[in-house]
T-cell receptor, first 110, second 113 residues
Framework: EPEVTQTPSHQVTQMGQEVILRCVPISNHLYFYWYRQILGQKVEFLVSFYNNEISEKSEIFDDQFSVERPDGSNFTLKIRSTKLEDSAMYFC????????FGPGTRLTVL | AQSVTQLDSQVPVFEEAPVELRCNYS??????LFWYVQYPNQGLQLLLKYLSGSTLVESINGFEAEFNKSQTSFHLRKPSVHISDTAEYFCAVSNFGNEKLTFGTGTRLTIIP
């Protein structure tokens, strides 16, 4: 069964550094998403992406965040200058109907 | 704006006993409803969904949920739980297909042997 994959599974970085989280959506899906889950809190929507552009973004998704689909398979989330409060589990999802989630990347900012 | 309320943060249940995990939502328009399950140290897995049609939807592992429009609820039930059902369960809502999901805070289901 096709699935969404994410790399790395765990990323540790220093505050102020840039990180790129990678996702490979299910191949025939056209809609892509990023969510995050801060430890002990609920899953929050960050951004949705369709037809090579952002279709919706939350207030969390400020100028330090960006998304890209650099080729036909990858979907990336870049955080330009990480802050301590960016520490969270980041989930990628794709859909052609219901959304299917990847296993997540745990980002730890020190 | 839409929101999802899961009033029970933790639910302990004896093995083979029934369970109900509550979910209420608010939205000004028609919604699609979902339950996702997160097993320990894993990602979110789609458990079941309500898009239209029959208000009772079932999963392959014995869970079911009923959409109740008048009570704006989508409670998840299972008549007999197993140890393997230990997980966190998230209710989610979206306004239209392919739009963002709004999640509840989750309910941690703990099965007592």
């Amino acid at each position: 069964e096709p699935e969404v994959t994410q790399t790395p599974s765990h990323q540790v970085t220093q505050m102020g550094q840039e990180v790129i989280l990678r996702c490979v959506p299910i191949s025939n899906h056209l809609y892509f998403y990023w969510y995050r889950q801060i430890l002990g809190q609920k899953v929050e929507f960050l951004v949705s992406f369709y037809n090579n552009e952002i279709s919706e973004k939350s207030e969390i998704f400020d100028d330090q965040f960006s998304v890209e689909r650099p080729d036909g398979s990858n979907f990336t989330l870049k955080i330009r200058s990480t802050k301590l409060e960016d520490s969270a589990m980041y989930f990628c999802a794709s859909s052609q109907g219901p959304q299917y989630f990847g296993p997540g990347t745990r980002l730890t900012v020190l | 704006a839409q929101s999802v309320t899961q009033l029970d943060s933790q639910v302990p249940v004896f093995e083979e006993a029934p369970v109900e995990l509550r979910c209420n939502y608010s939205s000004s328009v028609s919604v699609y409803l979902f339950w996702y399950v997160q097993y320990p140290n894993q990602g979110l897995q789609l458990l079941l969904k309500y898009l239209s049609g029959s208000t009772l939807v079932e999963s392959i592992n014995g869970f079911e949920a009923e959409f109740n429009k008048s009570q704006t609820s989508f409670h998840l039930r299972k008549p007999s739980v197993h140890i393997s059902d230990t997980a966190e369960y998230f209710c989610a809502v979206s306004n239209f297909g392919n739009e963002k999901l709004t999640f509840g805070t989750g309910t941690r289901l703990t099965i007592i042997p």
